[in-house]
């Protein structure tokens, strides 16, 4: 798990393609500090197991599902990565309850000043945008954001400037591919909505549209 507070931002040394999968190499420096092999490390917001670590660099493979549900595939070396180590019982919580679990790819279409803070628009697959709600959670590219609107096609979400500094955000282009991850109370509320359709399973589950509006869902 992790929180979408980004420790640093690594960059792609090399990426290594092979018949269903990649191996990745990425250079990177704090997120090295105690990390041993197998643990996890979250790459633009997948989480990845760290396969072999030193010389300021750590490799993790990519599964083809991995290749499949995010942008990773398509880095190209030098490419900026924004890096995490998994959380422990002691860290501090400052964003919210990251998976790691890509739900899937958006793509960045504007970015606007707004004050000392943009506001970027992100086009998003439906499915995706059923499960946000305005001043809900969701993390791009891994980082941790509040959304501010939900559109038909696309949501927008508002960055401060230490974000914009800290993580690959500040140099996204539209047109630029980003990994999504929805908050997973959203995915529980939508999964809860479907299979509690009839009337008797909503009846033993207590669960039914009257108490999620009255909920404020």
Do not use: W
């Amino acid at each position: 798990m992790f929180t979408g507070i980004i420790e640093e931002v690594g960059s792609l040394e090399r990426i290594d393609q092979r018949r269903e999968s990649a191996l990745l190499t990425i250079k990177a420096e704090k997120v090295l500090a105690g990390t041993n092999d197998g643990d996890s490390i979250a790459v633009n917001g997948a989480c990845l197991t760290v396969t072999s670590l030193g010389g300021g660099r750590f490799t993790a493979d990519a599964m083809p599902e991995t290749l499949r549900s995010t942008a990773l595939g398509t880095l190209t070396p030098g490419a900026p990565v924004n890096l995490e180590r998994a959380l422990t019982l002691s860290s501090r919580l400052g964003g919210h309850i990251v998976s790691g679990h890509v739900d899937g790819v958006g793509v960045l279409r504007r970015r606007a000043a707004t004050g000392v803070a943009e506001t970027l628009t992100v086009e998003a697959p439906p499915a995706l945008l059923r499960q946000m709600i305005p001043k809900g959670s969701v993390a791009l590219d891994g980082i941790s954001l509040t959304i501010v609107t939900v559109e038909a096609a696309a949501f927008t979400v508002a960055i401060i400037p230490h974000t914009l500094r800290e993580t690959t955000l500040g140099r996204a282009r539209p047109g630029a591919a980003l990994n999504l991850e929805t908050d997973i109370l959203g995915k529980y509320v939508e999964h809860f909505q479907k299979t509690g359709s009839s009337p008797s399973a909503q009846e033993s589950s207590g669960l039914t549209p009257e108490f999620l509006r009255r909920h404020g869902f």
